[in-house]
C-alpha cells in the first residue's frame, strides 16, 4: 500500500468515524443513549449528513475538478489551497437554505459528489496501474528490438569484413597517429559520420573503459569530414588521459542510424554487445521522446535491405583506389562497378526525396517551417524552438551572396548533431553558432534556411532556395557519375 493510499484511509476514518461514533452513542453513557428523543436523533442524522458532506463533498469536488488537468501537482496544490476556500462557501450556502429539509438535501447531494470522487479515484488508480502494464510490456518490446537491431549490426559488419583489430586503419581514411593525438583525412568519396578512441590500460571485458579524441572544434557525439578532408584529433584532458596515450586507436565510422559508409574497430563492437546487457528499464520514455517515438527509432535501426554487400563494396573501392599497385590481382576488380551501382543508388533516391519534397511543398514557403521558430538570433548565436509535437533534426544555414551575387549557405553548428541534423525535441529548443571558419561574416542577421529529417531520417522539410540548389547538385552529381560508369 503507497503513501497516498494510506492518507486516503485516514482522511476516510477521519471524516466518517468521528460523526459515526457521535451517532452511535459510543462517547456517551447508556443512561444518557436512553433518554435520547427521536428528535435528536434526527438532529444528529442531520449533523452527521452535514458533516460528511461539506468534510468528503468538497475533496470530492476539488478530485473531480482537479483532475481534468492530469497533473498531480496541481491537484495537490487545488486541494491544500482550494479545500479551506470551499468549504467555508458550501457552508455559507446551507446556512443560508430555508429549511432544514433542504440542507439535508444539500448535503446528500455533497455526499454523492464525494461519492463520485472516490469512484472517480479508483478508476485513475486502476488506470495508471494498466499504464505502468503497458509501458513495462513497450519497454520490454523496445529492449527487444534494439537487442535484435544490435545482433544484425554485428552479423552485417563481419558479413561486409568491415571491421578490425585495435591499431588496424580504415581504408577509407589515412591516419598519422603521434601517440596522443592523430591526423585524419577522410579517402572517401562522401562525407563521413567519425569517432576516434583510445583503449585504456585498465581496460575489462566486464567493464571496458576507453578515452575519446576530439577535433578542436568539439563537434560533439560525431566529427563529420567530408570527402579529402582533415582533422587534428586529440584526447580530451581528463584526470585518466595518462591511462590511454600511445594506445592503439579504434575507430567508430558510420553509426546505427547513418549507415552508408561503415568501419568499426573489434573493441566498439564489444562495447556495442555491452549495450545486450540493458535492462527493459533502460529505454523509458525521456523529456526527448515518447515512448511510440523510441520505439519507432529502434525499428528504423533494424536491418533494411543488404547493406553488408554496400559497407563492402565501399571497403573494396577504397582498397582499389589507395592500393599502391594499380595492377595488384588481389583486390577484387569488379568492386569498384559495385560501389559505382551503390553510388548510383544512393544518388537516385536522394533525387527522388528532393522531387517528391518539391512536388508537397506550399507555395511561398519562408526559409523554416512554422513548427520551427526562432527564440533569439544574436547574429552568431541563435536559439531556434520546435514549437511541434515531435522531435526534428535540423540542418540550420544562413544565406549569404558572393561579390557576383551568387547565393551560398553557410552552416550554423548545433549540439546533439548527427548527419540528419541537430536533435531539438518536441517544445523544447536548440542552440547554433556560426562556426569559426564559417564562409559567411560575423555579426551579420543574413536570412535563415532549415533542412529538417524526423528522428528516423526522412527528409521532412527543405527551404525552397535550399531545394533548388541541392536538387541542381544531385542531377549534376548523377551525370557525372553516369559518364565516369560509361
Not at 576530439?214 to 560525431?222: N, S
Not at 565510422?253 to 568501419?263: F, K, Q, T, Y
Amino acid at each position: 500500500m503507497g503513501i497516498g493510499m494510506l492518507v486516503l484511509v485516514w482522511v476516510l476514518c477521519a471524516v466518517f468515524l468521528g460523526p459515526l461514533i457521535g451517532l452511535l452513542g459510543l462517547n456517551r453513557s447508556h443512561e444518557e443513549e436512553s433518554q435520547v428523543t427521536p428528535e435528536q436523533w434526527r438532529l444528529r442524522i442531520h449533523h452527521l449528513l452535514g458533516y460528511v458532506g461539506l468534510l468528503g463533498g468538497t475533496a470530492g469536488i476539488l478530485y473531480l475538478v482537479g483532475r481534468r488537468s492530469g497533473e498531480a501537482e496541481a491537484l495537490l496544490i487545488l486541494l491544500i489551497f482550494g479545500y479551506p476556500i470551499l468549504i467555508a462557501v458550501l457552508a455559507l450556502v446551507a446556512k443560508l437554505l430555508p429549511s432544514l429539509k433542504a440542507r439535508n438535501g444539500f448535503y446528500l447531494v455533497l455526499c454523492t459528489t464525494l461519492a463520485a470522487g472516490l469512484l472517480s479515484f479508483r478508476a485513475d488508480r486502476q488506470a495508471a496501474a494498466e499504464e505502468v502494464a503497458k509501458t513495462y510490456a513497450t519497454m520490454v518490446e523496445i529492449a527487444a528490438i534494439d537487442r535484435l537491431a544490435i545482433r544484425e549490426w554485428i552479423e552485417d559488419l563481419h558479413a561486409a569484413g568491415a571491421h578490425g583489430a585495435p591499431g588496424v586503419i580504415p581504408p577509407m581514411l589515412q591516419v598519422d597517429d603521434i601517440g596522443d593525438g592523430a591526423q585524419v583525412k577522410n579517402l572517401a568519396s562522401r562525407t563521413v559520420c567519425l569517432r576516434i578512441f583510445r583503449q585504456s590500460e585498465q581496460r575489462n571485458t566486464d567493464d571496458p573503459t576507453r578515452c575519446t579524441l576530439l577535433t578542436r572544434k568539439r563537434e560533439g557525439d560525431c566529427t563529420r569530414l567530408g570527402p579529402g578532408d582533415s582533422e587534428w584529433f586529440e584526447l580530451l584532458d581528463l584526470p585518466d588521459r595518462q591511462a590511454c596515450v600511445g594506445n592503439p586507436l579504434s575507430f567508430k565510422l558510420g553509426d546505427r542510424s547513418d549507415a552508408e559508409i561503415v568501419w568499426w574497430s573489434d573493441p566498439e563492437i564489444e562495447f556495442l554487445k555491452a549495450e545486450l546487457r540493458h535492462p527493459p528499464g533502460h529505454y523509458g520514455a525521456t523529456g526527448r521522446f515518447t515512448l511510440e517515438e523510441t520505439r519507432a527509432g529502434y525499428r528504423a535501426l533494424l536491418r533494411q535491405g543488404d547493406r553488408a554487400s554496400l559497407w563492402r563494396a565501399h571497403i573494396e573501392a577504397a582498397e582499389l583506389v589507395n592500393s599502391p599497385d594499380p595492377a595488384d590481382d588481389t583486390v577484387d576488380a569488379p568492386a569498384i562497378s559495385v560501389a559505382m551501382s551503390a553510388e548510383l543508388s544512393a544518388v537516385h533516391k536522394r533525387i527522388a526525396d528532393l522531387e517528391r519534397l518539391a512536388k508537397t511543398s506550399k507555395p511561398g514557403e519562408r526559409g523554416l517551417p512554422d513548427y520551427l521558430k526562432v527564440s533569439s538570433d544574436w547574429k552568431d548565436e541563435i536559439v531556434l524552438a520546435n514549437s511541434g509535437y515531435a522531435p526534428k533534426r535540423v540542418h540550420l544555414l544562413r544565406a549569404g551572396r558572393d561579390a557576383e551575387g551568387a547565393t551560398f549557405f553557410c552552416a550554423m553548428r548545433g549540439g546533439d548533431q548527427d548527419t540528419h541534423g541537430t536533435l531539438i525535441p518536441a517544445r523544447e529548443s536548440a542552440t547554433f553558432h556560426r562556426p569559426s571558419d564559417s564562409a559567411c561574416p560575423p555579426n551579420k542577421r543574413l536570412p535563415l534556411h532549415a533542412e529538417v529529417h524526423d528522428p528516423s531520417g526522412v527528409l521532412a522539410y527543405m527551404s525552397p532556395e535550399l531545394l533548388d540548389l541541392r536538387l541542381g547538385q544531385a542531377k549534376q552529381e548523377l551525370r557525372a557519375l553516369e559518364r565516369a560508369a560509361d
